[in-house]
């Protein structure tokens, strides 16, 4: 994909109250607390091409930011599981950015590098509930719905509430992906690179 064929984020001078309460959504700020653009901080939001790209539409940005926030950083889901389960989907729908994003998170919650390179092998590294849960993503990726037996087990599990916010989760990274991968969202420099797909893997 060309520069050309890629959505530009916004720059500092398109940056009004509206994006800055929709980036805010999801650091938890009030709009005018939020760093502003250009501004050299941490938050600033030219640091986030993510960012930038989705405030082109600055409400539904709000909304989906709030709602990707509370999975990310107040749901029940374990955050390892949250992380195998981004990666496993960024794996499928070959999302070359959130792969790499989420390699770097996942290390941080016990996601470890032999947990990598197993994800893109399959299931057949993991055991238990790390299993039960990449199962469940595949079935909800492959069949668009997860077997009852699977939703059973994953409800035993987790908890109902963590094996529901599992089923939003892989909805949520399958639309990033798409969304992300038709903006041509690059990986950031370093990141680790998304590997390569087993000819007639089912994961």
């Known amino acids: 994909m060309t520069d050309e064929q890629r959505m530009p984020p916004l720059t500092a001078d398109q940056w009004g109250d509206a994006e800055y309460a929709a980036f805010g959504a999801l650091l938890g700020l009030p709009g005018d607390k939020v760093p502003r653009a250009g501004s050299g901080d941490h938050y600033d939001p030219l640091n986030f091409d993510i960012i930038g790209m989705l405030a082109h539409h600055p409400e539904m940005a709000r909304m989906f930011l709030r709602f990707n926030g509370f999975l990310l950083q107040r749901g029940e889901l374990p955050a390892r599981l949250r992380e195998l389960t981004i990666l496993r989907v960024a794996h499928r729908h070959r999302s070359a950015f959130e792969w790499g994003q989420h390699v ?69 990274y399958t639309l990033t992906a798409m969304a992300f991968g038709t903006w041509g969202l690059a990986p950031q420099p370093g990141s680790a690179a998304l ?3 087993k000819r007639g893997h089912e994961a």
Do not use: K, Y
Not at 139 to 163: C, F, K, M, P
């Open 104 to 172: 770097r998170l996942g290390a941080a919650v016990g996601v470890t590098d032999a947990d990598v390179a197993a994800l893109a092998e399959g299931n057949t590294g993991f055991t238990g509930t790390d299993r039960s849960v990449l199962d469940a993503v595949d079935e909800l990726i492959a069949n668009g719905r997860a077997d009852w037996s699977t939703w059973q087990r994953l409800v035993d599990e987790l908890g109902e509430h963590a094996a529901m916010e599992l089923i939003f989760l892989v909805g949520t």
């Open 195 to 197: 590997p390569e797909e």
